[in-house]
């Protein structure tokens, strides 16, 4: 008999040689209480939570939490059914409602998760004879949809508009033509220049989609993400977005004002094929969307929070994945796997709590600590962020 698990040798080994040498598993943290958007148990230890994604904080929002807890009393614990079946409840329309409201677009369109959301609408919109035009860091939501559908993918070195432009003009000036691009790529924090890439686009006849994950809530006067910042959100066909960032819940959604854009319901597969989301998570959502439109506020002290961090730690002497602070997403680059864990597991033990990124999510084959700022972290937080950087790259020898 083959093993079927024989392909994974490879990485086992890499593992069990990372564990070995007595670094904890960054892969299997626990939480044991969370009190806060920025504050956590760890291994019973308070600890500052520096790699959540909860980038407006809206976890334990007291407007975000009652909603839930109405639902749930009102509607169950579940849906038990797919959206075109039985599970369409009252509060999946007015989640709806509220995306619409929120990037004053005609249409909008809920998932059970954000990879399902671009699994579904690529896999769905793009396929065989179809052309996928894609950055290369693109998420890997993004080339599992791609592959779903049976495009064609035409892959251009990242954030290259000049690499972008010139595999459009290689292709066939009558085919289907889809260019997926991200506002905000989550490893590196680095923004796209969606208006020149969106302009190129358009010359060649093709659709656009903008997975905006990374940036909803806190970039662009409204929080409607990058497009909006650079002016060409209308030039956009379709926007992707997910709760489990800013929104601070679980689920995806895409919104679009293609007018044939509702016959989604009954052809996108993963849409018609998957039980719908929990009552007490649209409500959550509904209301935190709703909440978000007005969080002028929050987004400038987030991005406070962001320049104060990325400066504090390029001063430090740390390698950063961005020249400045591009978004609410600091990536800190490591010489390597091994150092990257005991900086890791060093951060963690001084009360830090980072994501360690290593091949094959992270670009260039790099291992980084990304580090993702919350709009609820205190003044006196980020200052104590960077002490505990100090202390544990000290220690590790990486400054």
Known sequence: MTDLFSKFDALIAQREGLLSTGVMDPF???????????????????????????????????????????????????????????????????????????????????????????????????????????????????????????AEIVAFRHNDVEALEKRLKRLPADAGKLVVLEGVYSMLG????????????????????????????????????????QGVLDDVDFVIGTFSKSVGTVGGFCVSNHPKFEIMRLVCRPYVFTASLPPAVVACSATSIRKLMHGGNKRAHLW????????????????LGTPEA???????????????????QALLENGLYVNLARPPATPAGMTLLRCSLCAEHTAEQVADILDRFERAGKAVGII
């Open 190 to 229: 680095d923004v796209a220049p969606l208006k020149e890439m969106i302009r190129v686009s358009k010359e060649a006849g093709a659709m656009i989609l903008v997975d905006e994950a990374h940036s909803m809530g806190f970039i662009g006067e409204n929080g409607r993400g990058v497009a909006e910042e």
């Open 304 to 319: 406070e929070n962001s320049k104060t961090l990325h400066k504090g730690l390029r001063d430090l002497g740390f390698q």
């Open 326 to 344: 591009q978004s609410a997403i600091i990536a800190v680059i490591m010489p390597d796997l091994g150092q990257g864990a005991m900086m890791w």
């Open 28 to 150: 299997s943290l626990v939480m044991e209480e969370v009190k806060s958007p920025t504050v956590a148990v760890v291994n019973g230890k308070e600890t500052i939570l520096l790699g959540t994604y909860n980038y407006m904080g809206m976890t334990f929002d007291d407007d975000v939490i009652a909603a839930g807890k109405k639902a749930l009393d009102e509607f169950g614990a579940g849906t038990t059914g797919s959206r075109v079946l039985n599970g369409t409840f009252q509060g999946h329309k007015e989640c709806e409602d509220a995306l619409k409201e929120f990037y004053d677009m005609k249409y909008a369109m809920v998932f059970s998760t954000g990879y399902q959301a671009n699994l579904g609408i690529i896999s769905t919109i793009a396929g065989k004879g179809d052309y996928i035009i894609l950055d290369i860091d693109s998420h890997a939501s993004i080339y599992d949809g791609c592959k779903m559908g049976d």
